[in-house]
């Protein structure tokens, strides 16, 4: 039996946008542009591709180092990591479930132990149409074979690629892009979503709860500094932030689509600078507004204010964010902005 590895590498899951788009999700609209509003998938069993065995070694490492073809384990996992409580990594979730789709519909469902690890043996389909790019570089993996079809090596783990979403209870956490699973220059590297999202990480780790930020808040005089920002450092990070938040290059129609599939996942919006920001890089500037432009002027109505209005569950259960509900109007995040914004939201 040939085993093929998956390991999550998180890019993170906010992007206000307006509107959801009703769709049928199957291979032909399998990119970040086309699977932004997929909701998460229902109908299957809850940790129903659980691997076998205690695995609460090596917490937040990468799990790939042993559980590849070439690795020390016996077993080889396709799809293993750690997921956290919150984004900042510093408490494992238990009980959180992470649930993958590839581009041929098949469902994996895992869930996370005592120590937030989770892992499988589940094979993950192949994508004919798949891109390899990494710091710049890009690589079409997709050739034409005799027939006239598409193709790519079925064997080349940067083909199998997926959608993903973190679930704890009732709160569910949408990855914005598609991923791929190998790593971006090796066809036979495995990479764990560890690698890039741990807790001191440039991304922070995989995590799933809807759980304050705070322990608790001031019920007036609300901080900027003290109290407001580490929430959108919590839940805003790493779609809305300064610079280039372009989802990778994975699929041939985000290389050469018409219309081209890669998306902006911050909307150009920077949720962690009170004003916004300008930065440059590699020639592209990149110009964004600030958490003022989300929230000043809505004084008289802190909930109609976009921060609040598009990223809390609406009274009829649906979701207007792309990056999934974040907390209702009774939630102590919400009402600790909601009060910061009718006080002001000054920057203080």
Not at 137 to 150: I, S
Not at 157 to 171: E, L, M, P
Request: hydrophobic share 30%; aromatic share 8%; with cysteine.
């Amino acid at each position: 039996m040939i085993y093929k590895s998956l390991f999550i590498a998180t890019t993170c899951i906010l992007c206000l946008g307006a509107g959801v788009l009703a769709a049928e999700y199957d291979a032909s609209n399998f990119s970040a542009d086309g699977r932004k509003w997929q909701p998460v998938p229902t109908g299957h069993i809850p940790g129903k591709d659980n691997g076998a065995g205690k695995g609460t070694h090596n917490a937040g490492e990468d799990c790939g180092i042993c559980h590849r073809p070439d690795g020390k384990a016996p077993v080889i996992f396709t799809i293993a990591g750690t997921v956290y409580e919150d984004r900042a990594g510093r408490k494992p979730l238990q009980g959180g479930e992470i649930i993958v789709q590839d581009r041929e519909g098949h469902v994996i469902s895992v869930t996370s132990n005592e120590v937030g690890n989770f892992w499988t043996q589940a094979p993950v389909s192949s994508n004919p149409y798949a891109i390899a790019s990494h710091g710049g570089v890009t690589e079409t993996l997709y050739y034409t074979d005799e027939l006239g079809f598409h193709t790519a090596d079925p064997e080349d783990t940067r083909t199998w690629q997926y959608k993903a979403w973190v679930k704890s209870g009732n709160h569910v956490r949408p990855m914005v892009t598609i991923a791929p699973i190998g790593g971006a220059t090796d066809p036979s590297s495995r990479m764990s979503c560890n690698m890039h999202h741990a807790a001191m990480g440039s991304r922070g780790g995989l995590w799933g709860m809807g759980k304050n930020t705070l322990a608790s808040y001031p019920p007036a005089r609300l901080s900027f500094k003290k109290h407001i920002l580490p929430i959108f450092r919590n839940k805003c990070v790493p779609c809305h932030i300064p610079g280039a938040t372009l989802t990778r290059l994975v699929t041939q129609s985000d290389f050469e689509g018409e219309p081209l599939t890669q998306i902006d996942h911050s909307k150009s919006l920077d949720l962690v600078s009170y004003n916004g920001s300008s930065v440059t890089t590699g020639g592209t500037t990149w110009t964004k507004r600030g958490i003022k432009d989300m929230t000043a002027g809505y004084e008289d109505n802190p909930d109609a204010s976009p921060v609040l209005a598009k990223t809390r569950r609406q009274a009829d259960g649906s979701v207007i964010h792309g990056g999934g509900a974040f907390w209702s109007a009774t939630d102590p995040d919400y009402r600790a902005i909601r009060k910061w914004i009718a006080e002001g939201a000054q920057d203080n």
